[in-house]
């Protein structure tokens, strides 16, 4: 293997339910997409009664999350045996919190700047940076199939990215910026938090988030306080996105190998095309769509040849 690094075992669980682990991922799409729609009502500044700061929703975000798992563990028996276990996640909880604020306030400006679907889009930059990931530190090697793959998908991003408007430039960067910090979280989980419990990985995952945007809030002093109505709804997008949503993804991850449940969010866009044409009336142009269209195909390239490639390996 390039690099002379070791290859991560496969979860043994992966070869026996994969069909479980890409139910877990679907969970993970309409959650997510669920929360790009709180995210869309609130509009991230337009439609607060008090104008909030990205940074200070995204709290507020992950802070709902959090006290909604905190209610919900003492009724869960593998939540409440782990309670036992914290020092095991030390590391994770450390790594999350701080990637996932980071990325967290990113998306929170892009969906901001560009909105939901361009956002939801861009955020499939993950699919590529996680190969990228496993080139670079797991010595991956890419198939003739997979460039095509990634050809198509950046095509896509390109297409759906295009818009006349320069200030929307900043937008899709920080969409990518994102994008790779996600992406990297994911790694990070598949390195390090394999064998941990999911679930409790999420729960922590709300709480670092908190606890550091807290810290960042307060050296800075641009905490402030929402209205009781702005605290609900970005609550809600916090319970769907980063807790219910991402408790699934981490557990796809043990089923799945990275790259591929990275690969498979696409459908993350489509359920936010869906909703937000049943919610709120409103259809991406064409352009979108099909740019939209392309990054599904290139991601369905990425997964067929993976596995063949697995196939191949004989894993």
């Known amino acids: 293997m390039p690099g002379g690094g070791e290859e991560i075992p496969v979860n043994k669980q992966s070869s026996k339910l994969p069909i479980t682990g890409y139910l877990f991922l679907i ?26 700061e990205p940074e200070v929703a995204t709290f507020y975000w ?17 939540q409440r045996k782990e309670l036992r276990n914290l020092r095991k ?23 901001w700047t560009i909105g939901p679907v361009l956002t939801s889009f861009m955020m499939k930059a993950q699919t590529l940076f996680s190969l990228l990931l496993g080139f670079v530190f797991l010595g991956e090697r890419l ?58 990985v999420a729960t922590l995952r709300t709480l670092g988030v908190s606890i550091v945007l807290f810290i960042y809030l307060f050296i800075t002093g641009t905490f402030s306080y929402p209205t009781l109505k702005d605290a609900i709804y970005m609550s809600l997008g916090g319970i769907t996105g980063a807790y219910i949503a991402k408790a699934c993804q981490f557990h796809s991850i043990k089923l799945l190998d990275v790259s591929r449940t990275t690969a498979v969010m696409p459908l993350e866009s489509l359920f936010v095309v869906i909703l937000s044409y049943l919610i ?26 993976r596995d063949e490639k697995k196939v191949a390996d004989g894993k």
């Open 27 to 52: 969970g993970t799409a309409f959650f997510t997409a669920l929360s790009y729609i709180f995210g869309k009502y609130l509009d991230f500044g337009k439609n607060f009664e008090r104008y909030l």
């Open 62 to 78: 992950f802070f709902g999350a959090f006290l909604f798992a905190l209610i919900v563990t003492p009724f869960i028996p593998s």
């Open 89 to 111: 996640y030390k590391k994770i909880f450390i790594y999350s919190g701080i990637l996932t604020s980071i990325g967290a306030a990113l998306w929170v400006s892009s969906v």
């Open 143 to 200: 198939k003739k199939g997979e460039g095509i793959g990634i050809a198509l998908t950046v095509v896509g991003v390109i297409i759906v990215a295009y818009q006349k408007e320069n200030y929307l430039i900043i937008g899709t960067i920080t969409a990518l910026a994102a994008a790779f910090f996600y992406s990297f979280l994911s790694y990070i989980v598949k390195r390090i938090a394999n064998d941990l419990n999911m679930l409790m």
């Open 280 to 305: 709120f009336g409103s259809i991406p142009s064409l352009l979108k769509l099909a740019g939209g269209a392309l990054i599904i195909i290139g991601v369905i390239f990425l997964v067929i040849f």
